[in-house]
């Protein structure tokens, strides 16, 4: 069982380093005009580092880190199930039906953050590597544990579970997430690591994108505009396949850990 740590590695990973990285990008970007628009005078920006200095920057990188956070999982996630469907749906070979209401909101959300023009593309040319489904043996052994766990623990069958997803699709992954985690104790530390993981990329994404956006609105005219806009481009996307893969790892770890159970150890 993991130790109940006050900070645990999602504080750090999943809001601190975002929230450093997110302010290191204000002081970039506050560079005064009088400045060549380089990356090493960003150290003539920092504060002079002291215990209060150290202190207010530790806590303004965890606040916004949980702002990002928040944010993050609204755009740059709510996006990802938009455009591919959640991982425990496409991993099992289910397809999203994209309805005219649907493509209007990628549309607007590509306008808004260009980073997500690349990641379209690669949808329209069906590049499987960010949203692959499952072998048929796989899927087949998923399936047959995802019966046995709505019989034997919450004392349904298949055929009703079918009938109720039918009318209201049911989160099905999040109970099998939490009994697996639950009952899979020697697992436990690796799918908090792969949500760090996701956590961390999917934050860090929106801040390159951001800093992007903000590099069109404040250094349009520099003269190394064009080069730092598109490593940041260039990150941005990095950061989304990256999350993308975590995301779909996270949800393959909790169906591996389903099949290899065994229902007749347990009541």
């Given at each position: 069982?993991?130790?109940?740590?006050?900070?645990?590695?999602?504080?750090?990973?999943?809001?601190?380093?975002?929230?450093?990285?997110?302010?290191?990008?204000?002081?970039?970007?506050?560079?005064?005009?009088?400045?060549?628009?380089?990356?090493?005078?960003?150290?003539?920006?920092l504060p002079e580092v002291n215990i209060g200095g150290a202190l207010f920057f530790i806590l303004a990188a965890y606040i916004s880190g949980h702002i990002l956070s928040y944010l993050s999982s609204i755009t740059i996630e709510w996006f990802a199930n938009m455009l591919f469907g959640y991982p425990s749906k496409y991993i099992l070979g289910t397809t999203i039906n994209y309805s005219a209401e649907r493509i209007i909101k990628i549309i607007v959300s590509t306008c808004l953050f260009?980073?997500?023009?690349?990641?379209?593309?690669?949808?329209?040319?069906?590049?499987?590597?960010?949203?692959?489904?499952?072998?048929?043996?796989?899927?087949?052994?998923?399936?047959?544990?995802?019966?046995?766990?709505?019989?034997?623990?919450?004392?349904?069958?298949?055929?009703?579970?079918?009938?109720?997803?039918?009318?209201?699709?049911?989160?099905?992954?999040?109970?099998?997430?939490?009994?697996?985690?639950?009952?899979?104790?020697?697992?436990?530390?690796?799918?908090?690591?792969?949500?760090?993981?996701?956590?961390?990329?999917?934050?860090?994404?929106?801040?390159?994108?951001?800093?992007?956006?903000?590099?069109?609105?404040?250094?349009?005219?520099?003269?190394?505009?064009?080069?730092?806009?598109?490593?940041?481009?260039?990150?941005?996307?990095?950061?989304?396949?990256?999350?993308?893969?975590?995301?779909?790892?996270?949800?393959?770890?909790?169906?591996?850990?389903?099949?290899?159970?065994?229902?007749?150890?347990?009541?």
């Open positions: 069982m993991l130790e109940q740590n006050p900070f645990s590695l999602y504080d750090f990973l999943g809001y601190f380093v975002p929230g450093s990285v997110f302010i290191f990008m204000i002081y970039f970007l506050d560079i005064s005009e009088s400045k060549t628009f380089e990356i090493r005078n960003v150290l003539y920006c260009p980073p997500f023009l690349v990641i379209v593309i690669f949808r329209l040319f069906r590049f499987r590597f960010l949203y692959k489904e499952v072998d048929g043996f796989l899927k087949q052994s998923i399936e047959r544990k995802i019966k046995v766990l709505l019989k034997r623990i919450l004392k349904l069958d298949y055929q009703s579970y079918s009938t109720m997803n039918s009318v209201n699709p049911v989160d099905i992954h999040r109970v099998i997430t939490h009994y697996v985690f639950d009952n899979s104790k020697q697992h436990q530390q690796k799918m908090v690591n792969y949500v760090s993981l996701y956590g961390l990329l999917r934050t860090l994404c929106l801040i390159f994108g951001m800093f992007g956006s903000s590099l069109i609105l404040l250094k349009f005219k520099e003269p190394n505009f064009f080069c730092y806009y598109g490593c940041a481009f260039i990150l941005s996307v990095i950061c989304f396949m990256a999350f993308v893969k975590f995301y779909r790892r996270y949800t393959l770890e909790g169906f591996m850990l389903l099949i290899t159970m065994d229902f007749r150890k347990r009541n």
